[in-house]
């Protein structure tokens, strides 16, 4: 699907407004999933309409399919409009429903009628609930057939008096899935009934009366979908407080986004849970950042961590660190996580090592400096020239001292430094004697005395990258 875009009568209001027959008429009858999509799409037309459509999925967190499925069920309302060739969706003016019942066929409908009467003898069904059952099926080419067994299906859950809006509800749902055929709504319907004793178990611990279609919907979402078994389900659920089903699905959809499928694994997770909102409240404190809600944070940062080896205490003082060194963000500590976690350093002994190492390592940058007659403090660059030398080229260190100490004359000596290593290390010098022997006669000499070479062709340069590559 393309751009969402407002009509031009909308947009010459240039404002965000929700029509009060939305709110009325259209609001209470709708998918909760749908209204989201509705206002939200609205706010990202005016913005940025060209981008709107994956804005609205990225926002909601749900996927493009239940978008388009939501901009379809509006344009069966009449409030907006799907271009055929683009797929772009327009907004239109809000029309009160008293207003905009569409014509159809009576003849068309007349067993669809007569069938209607027989499933609610005593019901005085009006023209606005015909309408909707024919909208419904035209829309989304359901059968006249699947579409009453649908209807006998919501009357055995709800009994004669259940609304039509949520027998459209379901209709649609069956359509989003598929299932528009006589034999194939039936076939969905059976596999629903398949798990009612396993889900009565669930709505009772949630503390509710009924099952309904959502429940049942619901139940194979988690199930088949996500890989929930029935036991975990039923835990779960026993678990909620408030919130009822909605919540029990919000649960099981996290624990699935945080790969936790067994009730042991969301046991240990909930055990764990209060320990993990004080780790996280201690690292954003050190760090200086500081976060109403921990959830985010938790399951983007912290547990990620933990899942890579680093330990509570361990996290803390990197944080500690980071705050020192000016990388003041989670995002800046979970990129040096990151790097110690690549070279193995995850434990608060193997960490503590490590800094020590690189402070004994300036401690002989800072020697060589001395020797060098540098006078500065020690930057990331000459920690990068000393790995290279000594893990690189495997240059003694009394080999890199005695080079220093003949580069204190020259007017760049870190330079000169470099030049003469590298040269040596080419001669394959590798003590003292063999330096003062070598002396600096290796050095490249100026360019006017040299002539370099700098038309290389294309396999050359491809060729020496490949090898430098190689030798990293």
């Given at each position: 699907m393309g751009s969402i875009r407002i009509s031009e009568s909308l947009a010459n209001k240039q404002k965000l407004t929700v029509d009060g027959a939305f709110i009325t008429e259209y609001m209470p009858s709708a998918p909760e999933n749908y209204v989201k999509i509705y206002l939200t799409g609205l706010f990202c037309a005016l913005s940025s309409p060209d981008r709107a459509f994956e804005t609205v999925a990225a926002r909601l967190f749900c996927d493009e399919k239940t978008v388009s499925e939501a901009f379809l069920y509006w344009q069966e309302q009449g409030l907006v409009h799907i271009a055929a060739d683009s797929g772009a969706v327009e907004y239109l003016p809000v029309v009160p429903r008293s207003r905009q019942i569409r014509k159809f066929s009576k003849e068309k409908y007349r067993a669809f009628n007569d069938q209607l009467h027989a499933l609610f003898p005593s019901r005085n069904i009006l023209p606005a609930e015909y309408n909707e059952y024919y909208s419904v099926m035209e829309t989304f080419n359901i059968e006249i057939e699947a579409m009453l067994t649908i209807i006998g299906y919501c009357k055995q859950l709800k009994g004669e008096d259940i609304n039509y809006a949520y027998i459209a509800a379901v209709a649609r749902n069956f359509a989003a899935e598929g299932y528009v055929t006589f034999d194939?709504?039936?076939?969905?319907i059976s596999e629903l009934e398949l798990y009612t004793d396993e889900l009565r178990a669930v709505v009772k611990a949630v503390g509710k009366k009924n099952i309904d279609h959502e429940d049942r919907r619901l139940y194979i979402k988690w199930t088949k979908s996500l890989g929930f078994d029935s036991a975990t389900v039923i835990q779960v659920a026993k678990q909620i407080k408030k919130g009822g089903m909605g919540r029990l699905d919000s649960k099981l959809t996290k624990y699935y986004e945080l790969h936790l499928f067994t009730a042991a694994e969301i046991n240990n997770y909930e055990k764990k849970r209060d320990e993990l909102y004080e780790l996280t409240k201690n690292v954003n404190r050190i760090i200086g950042v500081y976060y109403e809600q921990l959830d985010y944070v938790i399951e983007t940062y912290t547990l990620k961590w933990l899942?890579?080896?680093?330990?509570a205490q361990t996290l803390e003082?990197?944080?500690d660190y980071c705050f020192k060194h000016g990388l003041r963000t989670l995002e800046a500590m979970n990129d040096t996580l990151k790097k110690f976690y690549k070279k193995g350093v995850v434990t608060g002994e193997s960490i503590a090592e490590?800094?020590?190492?690189?402070?004994r390592s300036d401690d002989e940058i800072k020697e060589i400096f001395e020797a060098a007659g540098v006078s500065r403090a020690v930057t990331s660059r000459d920690r990068d020239y000393f790995r290279?030398?000594?893990?690189?080229w495997n240059m003694p260190k009394e080999v890199i001292l005695y080079a220093a100490s003949q580069s204190k004359k020259a007017d760049s000596?870190?330079?000169?430094?470099?030049?003469?290593?590298?040269?040596?290390h080419e001669k394959g010098v590798s003590t003292v004697e063999?330096?003062?022997?070598?002396?600096s006669s290796a050095i490249v000499k100026p360019a006017a005395e040299h002539r370099i070479v700098t038309n290389f062709s294309a396999d050359e340069i491809n060729a020496a990258f490949a090898k430098l590559n190689e030798e990293l």
């Open positions: 194939r709504v039936n076939e969905k899942d890579m080896g680093f330990d003082n990197v944080a490590f800094v020590l190492d690189a402070a290279t030398w000594t893990y690189g000596p870190l330079s000169y430094l470099n030049s003469v290593l590298a040269a040596w063999a330096a003062k022997k070598e002396g």
